[in-house]
């Protein structure tokens, strides 16, 4: 037991180390956002502040239209990933568990929609968004994060849905069971954990995105989502750095959240190949 | 079947969600605009859309402006939008060309010539006189024209001055100098132990074209059809010379701009003796450290030599009117207001930045940095007027020059390289 | 083994290992209660339509916009006149012709190679490292990945330029602590350095997603294997050459093309790093060309022919990956 405890060290070293570097930059993140302004910018780095500020959360939160942003932002991301999700799942199962012409095309296609060169497609986007009469439109925002996301939604739950053997599902149809049933039976339960984790980074993606955000939604300010927020503390001549760590702390919250809501279930699906034949 | 129906429901309950929001924010306006709905229909209920930037105006003067302008306009009603820096040329971009655009639309002086150029905006040309242009700053009327048409009209001008504690040049038993010589050698006196001369970030540009204006140079010229880059000359070299051995003076990054400066000044605490800023910009230090009220005294950049101030770089705002905006009498009446003597000085007292016009200069030199700064503005220049310029600004080649002549790098040879830049964006055929 | 490679090539993550089942028994779909035949022929396009409508609108056709873009003259004054003419192969002449855009996409491959490398070879480390540790360290690990992982880009950004800042860095501060002569360094007054950063925060952000998906895969193979592996006398080596790595190749592969595509279209960490206050113009890649001359100088036509040639390079790139893919698809349809 002390041998392999003793074995351990270099191994726990290397682990502390891969956090430290991890984490390093987060907790900096989070401590810029308490440190009083006078700390901020002192001239050796202070990795504790002198005293615990709340300013900077106020001068983040008190910008106009704070709660209009969590509430397009939620509903923007968390709508194009939903559809991206059901979408990609239904993809995902015909690829999967079914054969037909066509199939290694559409592969290839989903593929190639990942490599979509996204800052570029702006002008495009753009204008298809104004020949439409779609500017200002948070649907329309809504519908390029799902786009955005499905691509990759596909590919991952391809990878999930071919880790659960086949045979749980013949066993359940030998039963008795119609397709769907043992898809939802057998299938769906075992999916659930890739499903949330492919959600998870798809959330990711959308929650972040202020460059479509920012050209399409034009006129009102009450539409805008949080990226737009999360840019706003310049004014042209001056930053304000610990209102940005501020808000940016706030802001990673709702996927952090997520994150320790589901942290099992992730880690789950990532390991459901657990389930072995 | 629950699971599934649970995500059918929830996808309902999503997308109910978004026409919920739409109709959601139409209930909003509904609810903001009980003037409009309650008054005469004078104004035909018309809303007149201002694009503001983040910090060009207070609140207040925004919220009396629009009291102001409603009230001469009845039934129409001013719905002014701040803007974030971030992003804004996008923004402006996609607004002009879209089908509802917003009726004002306030830009940095050195970016209206594209917008200009592009066909995206009302021609003001014809209003010139009835606004009295003729008075205005050069350097905010100038670069808002295209081949001698107007579209952008001045709205408020800043240039840089040099900012100084009183204290530490009390102490030190030093006086504003008058002369660059003068200047580099009070900042060596003031540059000892763990105080600083001067902090000054190696990527104030704007600092820099105005040294380089004092060598007799430009950053760039047009002969004939092309555009020419300045920056390997002689004068250039002078110019980032006397930059380097003045930063030196100091501890501020050789790699960064001048964004950081204010939050270090109000964290330092006293122990910086200058720093080149717009006057304003004392205030906001003073406000995050109000131990500094009253420390601050400000002087014009120093000429080379004592009959006049160092030239300075004019930054400010203009107004324009998009091609696209429904509403342009009345976005013009806004601009006639906001232009009007009395809402000028207003601005400028509230926010310490010059007012459009030279006629009404004495609105700040009461100040003793509005008087600092109008010292600088008599001498003062606008950046080269191509509509490419703001791409140049877009990723400043100059700022990469300089910060390599501050770490040692030739200037001809680093000159040479943000020429080649400069001179392929400005010459670029639009 | 072959059997099993080619199931495995097919993998995507977390795909098990099929050690135990016969690796046919996949693709033994013959249902023992059969549909009829039309349904069971339509099921499956039913199942895909949705993805390929929306890909087909929101997103082939905004890249055909784009193409169209990249054939015309169009720019600032075209966007507001909204006509515009024809022009043919010109933009691509144009930007053919051009010294700085083949030093771009020289720089762009250099760029994509190193940090893919990186991203690989730490990532893996981290996988193999996370198995071997007790559960606290190892949901500290993981703590700290996701921590990383959910950090929104803006953030890292500026957080990033932060800590590399040449007056009160903390990189600086550390190094010369350390005893190294970095007093003052300025990490983005050269190409060099700048780029040093830039890659830093790429592999920092990059890693979450390949360590969590390579750790996931590794996690399929049942201790029982290691166990039994280690009952035949085999060495770590060895049970990483022949169960480990096997195991890890197709994730393995899988993820390093999806870094390949992530990393070759980096653009808000090259941005935002170099774009205000580093050399720019000497560190930028495709997707941030392409950017400055679509959205800073506003040649539409150029950024358009600019992301066509990158997607073209990407997919060219990548064709040896879909060469194999669709190899073993086919092998698979038999």
């Given at each position: 037991?002390?041998?392999?405890?003793?074995?351990?060290?270099?191994?726990?070293?290397?682990?502390?180390?891969?956090?430290?570097?991890?984490?390093?930059?987060?907790?900096?993140?989070?401590?810029?956002?308490?440190?009083?302004?006078?700390?901020?910018?002192?001239?050796?780095?202070?990795?504790?502040?002198?005293?615990?500020?709340?300013?900077?959360?106020?001068?983040?939160?008190?910008?106009?239209h704070?709660?209009d942003y969590?509430r397009n932002s939620?509903l923007v991301a968390?709508v194009g990933?939903?559809l991206?999700?059901?979408?990609?799942?239904?993809?995902?199962?015909?690829?999967?568990?079914?054969?037909?012409?066509?199939?290694?095309?559409?592969?290839?296609?989903?593929?190639?929609?990942?490599?979509a060169?996204w800052e570029a497609l702006m002008i495009p986007m753009y204008l298809i968004a104004r020949d439409n009469d779609l500017l200002d439109s948070l649907p329309m925002l809504t519908a390029i994060y799902f786009v955005m996301?499905?691509?990759?939604?596909?590919?991952?739950?391809?990878?999930?849905?071919?880790?659960?053997?086949?045979?749980?599902?013949?066993?359940?149809?030998?039963?008795?069971?119609?397709?769907?049933?043992?898809?939802?039976?057998?299938?769906?339960?075992?999916?659930?954990?890739?499903?949330?984790?492919?959600?998870?980074?798809?959330?990711?993606?959308a929650?972040?995105e202020f460059a479509f955000a920012n050209a399409l939604l034009l006129n009102k300010p009450e539409q805008r989502t949080l990226p737009t927020w999360?840019n706003s503390?310049?004014?042209?001549?001056?930053?304000?750095?610990?209102?940005?760590?501020?808000?940016?702390?706030?802001?990673?919250?709702?996927?952090?959240?997520?994150?320790?809501?589901?942290?099992?279930?992730?880690?789950?699906?990532?390991?459901?190949?657990?389930?072995?034949? | 079947?629950?699971?599934?129906?649970?995500?059918?429901?929830?996808?309902?309950?999503?997308l109910?969600g978004v026409a919920a929001c739409g109709s959601d924010s139409s209930d909003d306006k509904?609810?903001n605009?009980?003037?409009?709905?309650?008054?005469?229909?004078?104004?035909?209920?018309k809303t007149v859309r201002v694009w503001l930037m983040?910090?060009?105006?207070?609140?207040?003067?925004?919220?009396?402006?629009?009291?102001?302008?409603?009230?001469?306009?009845?039934?129409?009603k001013?719905d002014v939008q701040i803007q974030q820096?971030n992003g804004i040329g996008q923004k402006i971009t996609g607004a002009l060309a879209s089908n509802d655009a917003p009726d004002v639309v306030e830009a940095?002086?050195?970016?209206?010539?594209q917008y200009?150029?592009s066909g995206g905006l009302k021609?003001?040309?014809?209003?010139?006189?009835?606004?009295?242009?003729?008075?205005?700053?050069?350097?905010?009327?100038?670069?808002?024209?295209?081949?001698?048409?107007?579209?952008?009209?001045?709205?408020?001008?800043?240039?840089?001055?040099?900012?100084?504690?009183?204290?530490?040049?009390?102490?030190?038993?030093?006086?504003?100098?008058?002369?660059?010589?003068?200047?580099?050698?009070?900042?060596?006196?003031?540059?000892?132990?763990?105080?600083?001369?001067?902090?000054?970030?190696?990527?104030?540009?704007?600092?820099?074209?105005?040294?380089?204006?004092?060598?007799?140079?430009?950053?760039?010229?047009?002969?004939?059809?092309?555009?020419?880059?300045?920056?390997?000359?002689?004068?250039?070299?002078?110019?980032?010379?006397?930059?380097?051995?003045?930063?030196?003076?100091?501890?501020?990054?050789?790699?960064?701009?001048?964004?950081?400066?204010?939050?270090?000044?109000?964290?330092?605490?006293?122990?910086?003796?200058?720093?080149?800023?717009?006057?304003?910009?004392?205030?906001?230090?003073?406000?995050?450290?109000?131990?500094?009220?009253?420390?601050?005294?400000?002087?014009?950049?120093?000429?080379?030599?004592?009959?006049?101030?160092?030239?300075?770089?004019?930054?400010?705002?203009?107004?324009m009117v998009p091609e696209a905006s429904k509403n342009q009498?009345?976005a013009?009446?806004?601009?006639?207001?906001?232009?009007?003597?009395?809402?000028?000085?207003?601005?400028?007292?509230?926010?310490?930045?010059?007012?459009?016009?030279?006629?009404?200069?004495?609105?700040?030199?009461?100040?003793?940095?509005?008087?600092?700064?109008?010292?600088?503005?008599?001498?003062?220049?606008?950046?080269?007027?191509?509509?490419?310029?703001?791409?140049?600004?877009?990723?400043?080649?100059?700022?990469?020059?300089?910060?390599?002549?501050?770490?040692?790098?030739?200037?001809?040879?680093?000159?040479?390289?943000?020429?080649?830049?400069?001179?392929?964006?400005?010459?670029?055929?639009? | 083994?072959?059997?099993?490679?080619?199931?495995?090539?097919?993998?995507?993550?977390?795909?098990?290992?099929?050690?135990?089942?016969?690796?046919?028994?996949?693709?033994?779909?013959?249902?023992?209660?059969?549909?009829?035949?039309?349904?069971?022929?339509?099921?499956?396009?039913?199942?895909?339509?949705?993805?390929?409508?929306g890909?087909?609108f929101l997103l082939?056709y905004p890249v055909v916009r784009n193409?169209m873009l990249?054939?015309?003259?169009y720019r600032f004054k075209q966007l507001i006149s909204r006509s515009a003419?024809?022009?043919?192969?010109?933009?691509?002449?144009?930007?053919?012709?051009?010294?700085?855009?083949?030093?771009?996409?020289?720089?762009?491959?250099?760029?994509?190679?190193?940090?893919?490398?990186?991203?690989?070879?730490?990532?893996?480390?981290?996988?193999?490292?996370?198995?071997?540790?007790?559960?606290?360290?190892?949901?500290?690990?993981?703590?700290?990945?996701?921590?990383?992982?959910?950090?929104?880009?803006?953030?890292?950004?500026?957080?990033?330029?932060?800590?590399?800042?040449?007056?009160?860095?903390?990189?600086?501060?550390?190094?010369?602590?350390?005893?190294?002569?970095?007093?003052?360094?300025?990490?983005?007054?050269?190409?060099?350095?700048?780029?040093?950063?830039?890659?830093?925060?790429?592999?920092?952000?990059?890693?979450?997603?390949?360590?969590?998906?390579?750790?996931?895969?590794?996690?399929?193979?049942?201790?029982?294997?290691?166990?039994?592996?280690?009952?035949?006398?085999?060495?770590?080596?060895?049970?990483?050459?022949?169960?480990?790595?096997?195991?890890?190749?197709?994730?393995?592969?899988?993820?390093?093309?999806?870094?390949?595509?992530?990393?070759?279209?980096?653009?808000?960490?090259?941005?935002?790093?170099?774009?205000?206050?580093?050399?720019?113009?000497?560190?930028?890649?495709?997707?941030?060309?392409?950017y400055?001359?679509g959205m800073?100088?506003k040649?539409f036509?150029?950024a358009g022919?600019?992301?066509?040639?990158?997607?073209?390079?990407?997919?060219?790139?990548?064709?040896?990956?879909?060469?194999?893919?669709?190899?073993?698809?086919?092998?698979?349809?038999?």
């Amino acid at each position: 037991m002390k041998a392999r405890t003793l074995k351990r060290i270099p191994l726990n070293i290397a682990a502390l180390l891969v956090f430290a570097v991890s984490i390093f930059p987060v907790y900096w993140m989070i401590l810029t956002a308490f440190k009083p302004a006078k700390d901020i910018q002192s001239a050796t780095p202070k990795f504790w502040p002198s005293s615990i500020s709340f300013d900077n959360f106020d001068t983040a939160t008190s910008e106009p239209h704070f709660w209009d942003y969590w509430r397009n932002s939620l509903l923007v991301a968390g709508v194009g990933v939903l559809l991206a999700l059901v979408v990609a799942c239904f993809a995902a199962f015909a690829v999967a568990r079914m054969q037909w012409k066509g199939r290694a095309p559409f592969i290839l296609m989903v593929f190639i929609a990942q490599m979509a060169p996204w800052e570029a497609l702006m002008i495009p986007m753009y204008l298809i968004a104004r020949d439409n009469d779609l500017l200002d439109s948070l649907p329309m925002l809504t519908a390029i994060y799902f786009v955005m996301t499905l691509p990759f939604s596909i590919v991952t739950l391809r990878g999930f849905l071919g880790g659960i053997p086949i045979e749980l599902e013949e066993a359940a149809r030998v039963d008795g069971c119609s397709r769907f049933t043992a898809f939802r039976k057998i299938v769906f339960p075992l999916l659930a954990p890739g499903l949330l984790s492919t959600s998870l980074f798809g959330f990711i993606t959308a929650w972040n995105e202020f460059a479509f955000a920012n050209a399409l939604l034009l006129n009102k300010p009450e539409q805008r989502t949080l990226p737009t927020w999360l840019n706003s503390f310049s004014n042209g001549i001056t930053i304000d750095w610990g209102a940005i760590m501020a808000a940016s702390t706030l802001f990673m919250l709702p996927v952090l959240a997520i994150f320790l809501v589901l942290q099992g279930k992730v880690t789950g699906g990532l390991t459901s190949g657990a389930v072995k034949g | 079947m629950k699971r599934r129906l649970l995500v059918a429901a929830g996808v309902a309950a999503a997308l109910t969600g978004v026409a919920a929001c739409g109709s959601d924010s139409s209930d909003d306006k509904k609810d903001n605009k009980p003037a409009a709905s309650n008054a005469p229909a004078a104004g035909n209920g018309k809303t007149v859309r201002v694009w503001l930037m983040k910090g060009s105006a207070p609140d207040d003067y925004i919220a009396a402006l629009k009291a102001k302008f409603e009230a001469d306009h009845p039934g129409a009603k001013l719905d002014v939008q701040i803007q974030q820096w971030n992003g804004i040329g996008q923004k402006i971009t996609g607004a002009l060309a879209s089908n509802d655009a917003p009726d004002v639309v306030e830009a940095g002086n050195t970016q209206i010539a594209q917008y200009g150029a592009s066909g995206g905006l009302k021609d003001l040309s014809s209003k010139v006189t009835e606004l009295g242009g003729k008075d205005w700053l050069t350097g905010l009327s100038d670069p808002g024209k295209v081949d001698g048409k107007t579209y952008g009209i001045p709205f408020y001008a800043a240039n840089r001055v040099v900012i100084y504690n009183k204290d530490l040049f009390a102490k030190a038993n030093v006086q504003p100098p008058k002369t660059r010589a003068e200047w580099l050698d009070i900042t060596k006196r003031l540059n000892t132990g763990d105080q600083q001369g001067i902090y000054l970030p190696g990527q104030n540009w704007y600092f820099y074209s105005g040294l380089l204006k004092d060598e007799g140079a430009d950053i760039a010229t047009k002969s004939g059809s092309a555009w020419k880059a300045n920056l390997d000359g002689a004068p250039a070299a002078a110019a980032s010379a006397f930059y380097k051995e003045l930063q030196a003076l100091g501890k501020a990054a050789k790699d960064g701009d001048e964004k950081t400066q204010p939050e270090v000044l109000a964290a330092d605490g006293g122990k910086i003796a200058q720093f080149i800023a717009v006057p304003g910009e004392a205030e906001t230090i003073i406000k995050s450290n109000p131990a500094l009220k009253d420390k601050f005294g400000f002087f014009p950049i120093p000429g080379k030599d004592a009959s006049k101030a160092g030239a300075a770089l004019t930054g400010g705002s203009d107004l324009m009117v998009p091609e696209a905006s429904k509403n342009q009498d009345l976005a013009y009446d806004v601009i006639k207001l906001i232009n009007s003597d009395e809402w000028q000085t207003k601005l400028a007292q509230a926010t310490k930045q010059l007012p459009n016009k030279t006629t009404l200069s004495s609105a700040v030199t009461a100040d003793p940095g509005g008087a600092a700064m109008m010292e600088g503005a008599k001498n003062g220049f606008a950046t080269p007027n191509s509509p490419n310029w703001a791409s140049v600004e877009d990723n400043n080649p100059i700022k990469a020059y300089l910060t390599k002549v501050m770490t040692g790098t030739d200037a001809v040879a680093a000159g040479k390289e943000a020429n080649a830049s400069i001179e392929k964006t400005l010459n670029t055929k639009n | 083994m072959s059997a099993s490679k080619a199931d495995a090539v097919v993998a995507t993550p977390t795909q098990p290992p099929r050690n135990q089942a016969p690796s046919g028994a996949r693709r033994a779909t013959k249902p023992p209660r059969k549909p009829s035949g039309i349904v069971k022929s339509v099921t499956p396009y039913l199942l895909v339509a949705p993805a390929i409508l929306g890909i087909a609108f929101l997103l082939f056709y905004p890249v055909v916009r784009n193409v169209m873009l990249s054939f015309q003259h169009y720019r600032f004054k075209q966007l507001i006149s909204r006509s515009a003419d024809y022009v043919g192969w010109e933009n691509y002449q144009e930007i053919l012709k051009d010294s700085e855009f083949w030093e771009v996409t020289r720089r762009t491959f250099y760029f994509t190679a190193v940090n893919v490398v990186a991203v690989m070879l730490i990532s893996t480390v981290c996988a193999l490292m996370l198995m071997k540790l007790g559960k606290t360290m190892r949901i500290l690990v993981l703590v700290g990945l996701v921590a990383a992982w959910a950090t929104p880009v803006i953030a890292a950004t500026t957080i990033f330029k932060w800590l590399f800042r040449s007056d009160n860095g903390v990189v600086n501060w550390a190094l010369v602590k350390l005893g190294f002569d970095y007093e003052g360094y300025t990490w983005f007054g050269h190409a060099g350095s700048t780029l040093t950063v830039v890659t830093l925060l790429i592999v920092w952000q990059s890693i979450p997603f390949a360590t969590l998906t390579l750790y996931a895969g590794l996690t399929t193979v049942s201790t029982d294997v290691y166990e039994s592996a280690r009952l035949d006398g085999a060495g770590p080596v060895r049970i990483f050459r022949s169960i480990t790595f096997p195991i890890l190749r197709p994730i393995f592969a899988l993820v390093a093309s999806l870094e390949v595509i992530w990393i070759f279209k980096s653009f808000a960490q090259i941005w935002a790093i170099a774009g205000e206050n580093g050399p720019i113009n000497e560190v930028r890649t495709l997707p941030v060309y392409a950017y400055q001359q679509g959205m800073s100088a506003k040649l539409f036509d150029m950024a358009g022919a600019i992301s066509t040639i990158t997607v073209v390079i990407l997919a060219v790139m990548l064709v040896f990956y879909f060469r194999q893919m669709f190899k073993q698809e086919r092998e698979a349809d038999k």
